[in-house]
């Protein structure tokens, strides 16, 4: 179980990002994080495996405080928590293969990362990774060389490859075509549902949040502004959440 | 618009302007008019001249008193800025002051282009032997012989003249003599047909070859018979120098010498040095950006904002890294060289150390600017796998920077390759070490040679450096 407990976040420059921001995470949940840009999302979803500093507040997960790690603890946290993200976050120029064993950099050692050497185990289940994303045969492609969607069923190899027990996927369809946002977020699904990880995921598209989210926080400058299940977002409390001249649009193809 | 506005300005120029909050603009007037003013000072003061210095033409004259009108205008036209802002034209102060600044640059720096055609006939003295480089000469037997002569006569007279070398021997009529005596030498063992050349040799081991006494302008030639032997008769020149007593005994040496073609050509003596100083050059320049580039490599990731801007601890390193580049960034090659020199003595080693030293301050700057450049999503991605910073500049940054890092080292060889054909003019081996010594001499025909063979080599780095980097791009 994942407790964020009254989260401040202000950055350098002032900006107040999140605001008391309290909530709790089941395991096996498929919680979605909706805003407007800017309320906040990003930031939360970072400050929960310590990308980004909380200025105040604590985040326990399973007893552990996250906030009060440091150092090969919070390393070993974060090992434990994959990510994806709105950009993929590639490293472009490397092999689709060295991109996925990145995700097992937590846990081996260093001298051996460094030189570049994986076991036999780490590179079989790199492939095992890649078969279940649907692209063994694009292992020694260089990532580039991929779609976007391609891409991003890459970097889901790579956080399974951490064998997570959560993801938190920041924005991970807003690069992608309406079409592929479906496989993507199926794939996410798939992990939540058979894996029993527990998803963190922001979307922007309410018909998908509709579709996939098991419950539903709302950021709105901030704060949160809404706890609940999915189904309870009606048209009142979306203006509520994206301001009175939001008109609410569909991600397109229903799955 | 309050009166004490201009009224500030005609007491202090730019206060006015500063006061009401055109900061940037007062503080450009007052830096002016007192870089002016003092301009003018200086070039009024007269120079105090001991026997080292060099006149400055300018200083002293009191005719640069007239030049205060262009402050005195300056404070004019301040005043009316500070009166009516966006008004008075900026162009007037800025015409002013860089007439100004031309006039009195043009003076300073002592322009003087009759002087570029009134000596025009001492360029051939340097162009003429520069046509012919001295890197291979027509292959040749060269004999000698000499004898000793002591010249003026000392009270006591030395013993019979003593011949040296063993194939020809020289026999001298005296064995002392004063300037001006004519002395009849004979030799022996010379090669049969082959024109023999007098030369003399000075106290202090200047040479001087003797010229016909008909005609000063042609060298003396003499042909030995046919069972190489010659007599002949010369007169005791003057190669006594300045500074030294004429009347004290010293040591003298006339030499005879004789050069057989062989035919077909060889690598002149200065040739073998100027391939000694490219090979030198070359492999100091290998090395020194070898070393540089490892040396640059851990700096740039200690100088990258985007690596190091995690912690105060970090952030510090960042700074001081970043620092040290940059100071060391702006020293010349040249200039830490000299301080190599004196450490390690002269040679290749200290001009090495000096091209490595620069190339680590360039090389770690543009290194990190490269870092910074890069795309920071993959680096946090990475960070999220739970990797420590090793790993993620192995598997986050290093992917990214590869290429470019490899293109900036090929490129900074072909400047290093450059610089060490310069580093040995201040004692730090290579060809420049060659070099500074023959322009000091006066060898012009060694100095085009050397010109001929960096001017090689240096294409072809930049050929070869270029073809490189096209293929990385």
Not at chain 1, 135 to 152: N, P, Y
Not at chain 2, 244 to 257: A, G, I, K, N
Request: net charge neutral.
């Amino acid at each position: 179980m994942l407790e964020v407990q009254h989260l401040h976040k202000v950055y350098p420059n002032g900006t107040r990002a999140l605001t008391d921001v309290s909530f709790q995470v089941e395991d096996g949940e498929f919680l979605v994080v909706i805003g407007l840009s800017g309320s906040g999302k990003s930031t939360l979803l970072r400050c929960i495996n310590r990308l980004i500093e909380p200025t105040q507040g604590k985040i326990l997960w399973d007893g552990t405080d996250v906030t009060a790690a440091s150092g090969a603890e919070l390393r070993g946290i974060r090992r434990q928590i994959g990510m994806i993200f709105q950009q993929f976050n590639l490293v472009k120029r490397s092999s689709v293969l060295t991109n996925v064993l990145a995700g097992r950099l937590g846990y081996v050692g260093t001298a051996g990362s460094l030189a570049g050497v994986w076991s036999s185990a780490d590179r079989a289940s790199a492939v095992r990774a890649l078969e279940r994303v649907g692209l063994a045969e694009k292992a020694q492609s260089r990532a580039d060389a991929l779609s976007g969607g391609q891409q991003q069923r890459v970097a889901i190899a790579r956080a399974l490859m951490q064998n997570p027990k959560l993801i938190l996927a920041d924005e991970p369809v807003a690069s992608l075509d309406p079409v592929l946002s479906h496989s993507i977020l199926q794939y996410l699904e798939q992990l939540n549902r058979e894996e029993k990880i527990t998803v963190i995921c922001s979307l922007h598209f309410l018909d998908l949040v509709h579709r996939y989210a098991t419950r539903v926080i709302a950021l709105k400058d901030g704060e949160v502004v809404f706890t609940g299940l999915p189904q309870e977002i009606d048209k009142a409390r979306f203006k509520e959440i994206y301001g009175e001249d939001a008109i609410e649009v569909k991600a397109g193809l229903s799955a | 618009m309050p009166v004490t506005i201009p009224l500030a300005s005609l007491i202090l120029p730019g206060l006015g302007q500063l006061l009401s909050g055109r900061r940037a603009r007062g503080l450009s007037i007052l830096g002016l008019t007192l870089t002016l003013l003092g301009l003018i000072w200086w070039s009024l003061t007269p120079q105090d001249l001991s026997p080292e210095t060099r006149p400055i033409p300018l200083k002293g004259d009191p005719a640069n008193l007239y030049w205060l009108v262009v402050p005195v205008l300056i404070w004019a036209w301040n005043v009316w800025d500070a009166a009516r802002p966006n008004v008075a034209p900026g162009w007037i102060p800025a015409l002013l002051s860089t007439t100004m600044f031309f006039v009195i640059g043009w003076q300073v720096a002592e322009i003087n282009p009759p002087v570029l055609a009134s000596n025009i006939d001492r360029v051939m003295l340097i162009v003429r032997p520069m046509l012919r480089p001295d890197f291979i000469q027509p292959r040749a037997e060269e004999r000698e012989g000499w004898v000793e002569i002591i010249v003026p006569c000392p009270t006591e007279a030395p013993a019979a003249a003593d011949s040296s070398t063993g194939e020809i021997t020289l026999t001298v009529d005296a064995t002392c003599g004063a300037v001006g005596e004519t002395l009849t030498v004979a030799a022996a063992g010379l090669t049969p047909d082959v024109p023999v050349e007098l030369v003399w040799q000075s106290p202090i081991g200047d040479f001087f070859v003797l010229r016909e006494a008909d005609d000063p302008t042609r060298f003396r030639s003499e042909q030995p018979d046919a069972q190489g032997g010659l007599t002949t008769a010369l007169v005791i020149p003057n190669a006594i120098p300045p500074g030294v007593d004429p009347t004290m005994p010293q040591e003298q040496r006339l030499y005879l010498r004789q050069s057989r073609p062989l035919g077909g050509w060889e690598l002149s003596t200065n040739g073998g040095f100027i391939l000694q100083g490219i090979y030198e050059t070359i492999a100091l320049a290998l090395m020194a950006t070898t070393l540089g580039t490892l040396g640059a490599f851990p700096f740039s990731f200690l100088a990258a904002r985007n690596l190091m801007g995690g912690n105060a601890f970090t952030l510090v390193v960042y700074v001081v890294v970043r620092t040290i580049l940059n100071i060391v960034r702006s020293i010349e090659s040249l200039i830490i060289a000299i301080v190599f020199v004196v450490i390690i003595g002269l040679g290749p080693f200290a001009g090495m150390m000096a091209v490595t030293v620069h190339t680590i301050a360039a090389l770690g700057k543009l290194f990190s600017e490269v870092i910074e450049g890069i795309d920071p999503g993959p680096i946090e991605a990475i960070r999220a796998t739970g990797a420590n910073w090793l790993q993620i500049v192995r598997y986050g940054v290093l992917p990214q920077v590869v290429p470019a890092f490899t293109a900036f080292t090929i490129y900074r060889w072909e400047i290093n390759v450059r610089a060490s054909t310069i580093i040995g003019v201040v004692g730090g081996g290579g060809i420049g070490f060659f070099l500074i010594q023959w322009i000091n001499l006066s060898d012009y025909r060694a100095v085009s040679a050397a010109f001929l063979a960096i001017l090689v080599v240096v294409q072809i780095m930049d050929f070869v450096s270029a073809r490189l980097r096209e293929r990385l791009a």
